[in-house]
């Protein structure tokens, strides 16, 4: 994610990273713990904010918007952390990726819709 932002952060990229304990209890310590850590260990510039949950009745107002626009294979329970979406400047969701997928992959899409942003 971190070569994707420096990429495209020029032509309109922001990446919102939310850190979740809910996944086998991966991030446990505490938010500066974590931002440190995401910081020393893989240069991450992009913006972390608070830890939060994504799936059950305290799931964060954000995320229950992004899972109902955009479900995943498990309809719209987030499965793993990495989960990904991809949202547009008027902040409608337009594509889901799963943990697995390389961010990479994302490239041609983010593309496509940093493309669109010229024409506004």
């Known amino acids: 994610l971190q070569a994707l932002y420096q990429k495209y952060n020029g032509a309109g990229l922001r990446i919102a990273a939310f850190p979740c304990n ?6 446990p310590k505490s938010e500066s713990e974590i931002k440190k850590f995401a910081t020393e260990r893989y240069g991450v510039t992009f913006d972390m904010y608070s830890k939060i949950n994504v799936n059950g009745k305290d799931a964060h ?6 899972k109902s626009k955009q479900g995943g294979t498990f309809g719209s329970f987030i499965k793993w952390n990495f989960t990904k979406f991809l949202v547009d400047r008027t902040g409608n969701p337009v594509k889901r990726f799963g943990p697995k997928e390389d961010p990479d992959s994302m490239e041609k899409d ?11």
């Open 22 to 27: 809910q996944f086998g209890g991966q991030e």
């Open 61 to 66: 107002p954000l995320w229950v918007y992004l």
């Open 110 to 120: 983010i593309v496509a819709l940093l493309n669109q942003l010229k024409d506004l």
